[in-house]
T-cell receptor, first 118, second 111 residues
Framework: GAGVSQSPSNKVTEKGKDVELRCDPI?????LYWYRQRLGQGLEFLIY????????KSGLPSDRFSAERTGESVSTLTIQRTQQEDSAVYLC????FGPGGLPAGELFFGEGSRLTVL | QQQVKQSPQSLIVQKGGISIINCAYE??????FPWYQQFPGKGPALLIA?????SEKKEGRFTISFNKSAKQFSLHIMDSQPGDSATYFC??????????FGAGTTVTVRA
């Protein structure tokens, strides 16, 4: 299950605009995560998808953030009314399911979408 | 609230030297402790991982030492090479799910 494609790789937007970030895992039927990485900081969990549902949205920082996944594959992270503090690299990762149908083992990350809000 | 604390923030080592990065956690439910390596402009990639049934794991020049009672684990990079220059993240999770990452350590290996 290696290989995650993210787009756009870079996005510059004005404060108040909406942005959509896309994640396209190569493998289907995997767990999918979104993380945020602010400059010089660690990775911050945003949301977890199992299939097309998101049983854990606890990391979304505000109601301006939403995400969906379709076809147990492509996922889109949407940020509405962007703010300067949203500037970060948004990383998507996929993970296989182990015995028992739970996520297991290595996370495979994409190269991220760098968002700059002016 | 950061669940995994990592230090140092950065380190510089001479080629051939040893790099040591330390991490500490509080959540006793954590049972999976991976290290990820990230090069500029790339996503993190798994380097090595350990589970608490062993106190040490070695893969090539990379070794994880794990101290369950102290709730600490560390990464040792032996014979550091310029190609090892990267940011290293420790992480921890219960049952492989929803990793909590440390803040990262930028390692620079001087030739």
């Amino acid at each position: 299950g290696a290989g995650v494609s993210q787009s756009p790789s870079n996005k510059v937007t004005e404060k108040g605009k909406d942005v959509e970030l896309r994640c396209d895992p190569i493998s289907g039927h995997t767990a999918l995560y979104w993380y945020r990485q602010r400059l010089g900081q660690g990775l911050e969990f945003l949301i977890y998808f199992q299939g097309n549902s998101a049983p854990d949205k606890s990391g979304l920082p505000s109601d301006r953030f939403s995400a969906e996944r379709t076809g147990e594959s492509v996922s889109t992270l949407t940020i509405q009314r962007t703010q300067q503090e949203d500037s970060a690299v948004y990383l998507c990762a996929e993970q296989s399911f182990g015995p028992g149908g739970l996520p297991a083992g290595e996370l495979f990350f994409g190269e991220g979408s760098r968002l700059t809000v002016l | 609230q950061q669940q995994v604390k990592q230090s140092p923030q950065s380190l510089i080592v001479q080629k051939g030297g040893i790099s040591i990065i330390n991490c500490a956690y509080e959540n006793t439910a954590f049972d999976y402790f991976p290290w990820y390596q990230q090069f500029p402009g790339k996503g993190p990639a798994l380097l090595i991982a350990i589970r608490p049934d062993v106190s040490e794991k070695k893969e090539g020049r990379f070794t994880i030492s794990f101290n369950k009672s102290a709730k600490q684990f560390s990464l040792h990079i032996m014979d550091s090479q310029p190609g090892d220059s990267a940011t290293y993240f420790c992480a921890a999770s219960p049952h492989d799910y929803k990793l909590s990452f440390g803040a990262g350590t930028t390692v620079t290996v001087r030739a």
